[in-house]
């Protein structure tokens, strides 16, 4: 059974970083992209940040570059997402994905991607 379980989010002050983990099981994700959108309350899911197979090829929504990086650890199906400066507006469930296609996914086509985690809620408060 595939798994895609997230980790590490919380409350934090603006200002403040975290780093988020998603761990992937069930089956050798190693040749996939994996990546990350979020979900604001009242707001459609975005893309934020993904990661080729080979980890040699990142992407970022507009908003988060410079402040977010993203990697992979393929030994162990990890993918991170550091998380620096965060603004108000950066409050979201935060979801993993993986898909075979990276262009999809750095377009933001969140509805043809083929694995989700459950998410894990980043709150930035001032």
């Known amino acids: 059974q595939v798994q895609l379980v997230e980790s590490g989010g919380g409350l934090v002050q603006a200002g403040g970083s975290l780093r988020l983990a998603c761990v992937a099981s069930g089956r050798d994700f190693s040749n996939l992209p994996m990546g990350w959108f979020r979900q604001a309350p009242g707001k459609e899911r975005e893309f934020v940040a993904a990661v080729s197979w080979s980890g040699s090829s990142t992407y970022y929504e507009d908003s988060v570059k410079g402040r977010f990086s993203i990697s992979r650890d393929v030994a162990k199906n990890t993918v991170y997402l550091h998380m620096n400066n965060l603004k108000l507006e950066d409050t979201a469930v935060y979801y993993c994905?993986?898909?075979?296609?990276?262009?999809?996914?750095?377009?933001?086509?969140?509805?043809?991607?083929?694995?989700w985690g459950k998410g894990t809620l980043v709150t930035v408060s001032l």
């Open positions: 994905t993986v898909d075979p296609s990276f262009v999809d996914m750095i377009r933001g086509d969140w509805g043809a991607m083929d694995y």
